[in-house]
């Protein structure tokens, strides 16, 4: 069951309580659980909204009656696009459990939130980070890659849970960069979203683990320029570290240039 009102809602842990890859793991509860606790209102979308939250996941059967009943009869309301949200979430579960012909049936739930304005759906950028990794399910990096990026640079006002989305999304940004082998191209998003240079690093660490060490090599090297400030020099060097055990001449390079850059860190 997800909490209905604010009061009920679990106050989020703060960031440094828990691991990285914890904190992005609990994302689409976490969102759930906002958006349910944003539905106040005492109109007939409202309480069939909240109805829905009540159900949701337990009772998916409920849910999805719910959900359908907002859709059908109130298509204008403001939980429209948080309903078509929801059956993508149940059916990504589904897909998630062994059933991967839902993810069909999840991407597009989450394409219908994407044909809502940007700025006035709260969870449009969340939607298009579920659809990117329908398609990432389906090896379709492209339109995944396209997506990803979209839930970092589309901002609707009132976003949810909108730093651990960037950070989830930006995941699976350097995943997808790093399955279609395409280092400028991530170089040019990463600058352009001013994305922390950081984010290169583990693009480079990525690419080590796909067995990919000059496309490592042209994702990081570019990055060693003056005013790169300390935890992008550590993330270089540990990249460097692991670079060594492949490419001996190009980790020694990058570390002889990150000490000149970064000598007091």
């Given at each position: 069951?997800?909490?209905?009102?604010?009061?009920?809602?679990?106050?989020?842990?703060?960031?440094?309580?828990?691991?990285?890859?914890?904190?992005?793991?609990?994302?689409?509860?976490?969102?759930?659980?906002?958006?349910?606790?944003?539905?106040?209102?005492?109109?007939?979308?409202?309480?069939?909204?909240?109805?829905?939250?009540?159900?949701?996941?337990?009772?998916?059967?409920?849910?999805?009656?719910?959900?359908?009943?907002?859709?059908?009869?109130?298509?204008?309301?403001?939980?429209?696009?948080?309903?078509?949200?929801?059956?993508?979430?149940?059916?990504?579960?589904d897909a998630e459990s062994?059933?991967?012909?839902?993810?069909?049936?999840?991407?597009?739930?989450?394409?219908?939130?994407?044909?809502?304005?940007?700025?006035?759906?709260?969870?449009?950028?969340?939607?298009?980070?579920?659809?990117?990794?329908?398609?990432?399910?389906?090896?379709?990096?492209?339109?995944?890659?396209?997506?990803?990026?979209?839930?970092?640079?589309?901002?609707?006002?009132?976003?949810?849970?909108?730093?651990?989305?960037?950070?989830?999304?930006?995941?699976?940004?350097?995943?997808?960069?790093?399955?279609?082998?395409?280092?400028?191209?991530?170089?040019?998003?990463?600058?352009?979203?001013?994305?922390?240079?950081?984010?290169?690093?583990?693009?480079?660490?990525?690419?080590?683990?796909?067995?990919?060490?000059?496309?490592?090599?042209?994702?990081?090297?570019?990055?060693l320029q003056p005013g790169?400030?300390?935890?992008?020099?550590?993330?270089?060097?540990?990249?460097?570290?692991?670079?060594?055990?492949?490419?001996?001449?190009?980790?020694?390079?990058?570390?002889?240039?990150?000490?000149?850059?970064?000598?007091?860190?």
């Amino acid at each position: 069951m997800v909490a209905v009102a604010a009061t009920t809602a679990k106050p989020p842990m703060a960031a440094r309580e828990i691991p990285v890859v914890a904190a992005v793991a609990e994302l689409p509860d976490r969102v759930v659980e906002e958006v349910c606790a944003r539905t106040t209102g005492p109109q007939p979308d409202d309480q069939l909204f909240r109805g829905a939250c009540a159900a949701y996941p337990s009772d998916a059967a409920d849910a999805r009656k719910k959900l359908f009943e907002i859709i059908a009869k109130f298509p204008s309301s403001e939980h429209a696009p948080a309903a078509y949200l929801f059956f993508g979430e149940l059916f990504f579960r589904d897909a998630e459990s062994g059933d991967r012909s839902k993810y069909e049936l999840a991407r597009q739930a989450y394409e219908k939130v994407l044909q809502y304005p940007v700025a006035t759906t709260p969870v449009y950028a969340y939607a298009a980070y579920r659809c990117a990794l329908v398609w990432s399910a389906t090896n379709d990096h492209d339109k995944a890659l396209q997506l990803f990026q979209d839930a970092l640079v589309k901002h609707p006002e009132h976003p949810v849970q909108a730093p651990l989305l960037a950070q989830a999304a930006t995941d699976g940004l350097i995943l997808a960069y790093a399955a279609r082998g395409r280092p400028a191209a991530a170089l040019l998003f990463f600058r352009s979203s001013a994305l922390p240079p950081k984010t290169v690093a583990a693009l480079g660490e990525e690419y080590l683990r796909r067995g990919a060490p000059s496309d490592a090599v042209a994702a990081v090297e570019p990055v060693l320029q003056p005013g790169i400030v300390g935890e992008t020099c550590v993330a270089i060097e540990v990249f460097a570290s692991h670079l060594q055990q492949v490419d001996a001449s190009a980790a020694t390079r990058i570390l002889a240039r990150a000490r000149v850059l970064c000598p007091s860190h």
